[in-house]
């Protein structure tokens, strides 16, 4: 009973790291929160659509020993002086406090480096990043055939570590719901169009220590998203990341547990006395 009443206060202490109330919009960027709290990143309604960079990210850094994120998002609107295209995605991004908050526009999702109307922007480094990609890049090896795909990224470098293929396309078909999985070395991401996360991952890659990748224990967590010629609005919904690393008991119940495993032994001797005359 006293094991078990153990149990329940570890388990507790497997709280919540962050939701979006959580994530704060980068001044200077093109993300902003609108109504019932929802972050956007890009906005097709303005004049000047076109090549929009939008971040955001947690206030301070979280433990990602281990973890588990959860989030929907959706993207809609197009460019109608572009024949009503829409682009291009946003990213899930984990990185170093120290980093930089942004990449490039277009293709660059707000996460990569890369060069647009004669500038090179420079990537996000000590970073991963999950890429909900909606336009076909051939700079970055994007797949072909349908535009919208999923992609693991690393250090700010546009070329994913592996992807996948999305149907139906991300733009008008949301929202979205995303998880990303982190259990010390295998990172794992699915999507759905319903709230029901699929019972293996639909894209997974080893990347082995983040703390090595990021150059730290904690990480910023947030999203960046971007436009290019092709347009839209892109919005986070939700986000919930739990801490899934093992619980650890406090001292004062490693104590209690120490106490009564001491009195379980006491008693355990008391029964094994044999009766005297």
């Known amino acids: 009973m006293l094991l078990a009443c153990l149990g329940a206060t570890s388990q507790a202490q497997a709280d919540t790291l962050l939701t979006l109330d959580d994530i704060t919009p980068t001044s200077g960027s093109s993300a902003s929160k609108i109504s019932d709290g929802i972050l956007q990143l890009t906005d097709n309604s303005l004049s000047n659509r076109t090549y929009q960079i939008g971040s955001a990210y947690s206030s301070s850094a979280v433990d990602v020993s281990s973890f588990s994120a959860s989030f929907s998002f959706q993207f809609s609107g197009g460019n109608p002086n572009w024949n009503n295209k829409s682009a291009d995605g946003i990213v899930f991004v984990m990185k170093n406090a120290e980093s930089r908050t942004s990449g490039g526009p277009g293709g660059g999702l707000g996460y990569a480096s890369n060069t647009e109307n004669g ?95 990021i150059g730290s224990p904690t990480a910023v967590i947030g999203f960046t998203g971007s ?51």
């Open 119 to 213: 500038i090179t922007y420079a990537g996000i480094n000590r970073s991963i990043g999950i890429e909900f990609d909606n336009w076909t890049n051939s700079t970055f090896s994007d797949p072909g055939g349908n535009v919208s795909h999923i992609g693991i990224d690393m250090n700010g470098n546009g070329r994913s570590l592996t992807t996948l293929n999305i149907s139906p396309a991300f733009n008008g078909n949301g929202p979205w719901y995303a998880w990303v999985d982190y259990d010390g070395s295998n990172l794992s991401v699915s999507v759905s169009t319903t709230n029901s996360k699929p019972g293996t991952a639909m894209l997974s890659y080893e990347i082995g220590s983040l703390e090595s990748i």
């Open 227 to 277: 436009t290019g010629l092709a347009t839209q609005t892109s919005q986070v919904l939700s986000l919930d990341i739990q801490n899934t690393s093992e619980p650890v008991p406090e001292p004062g119940a490693l104590a209690l547990l120490g106490t009564g495993a001491a009195i379980a032994i006491v008693r355990r001797n008391k029964m094994r006395l044999p009766e005297t005359c």
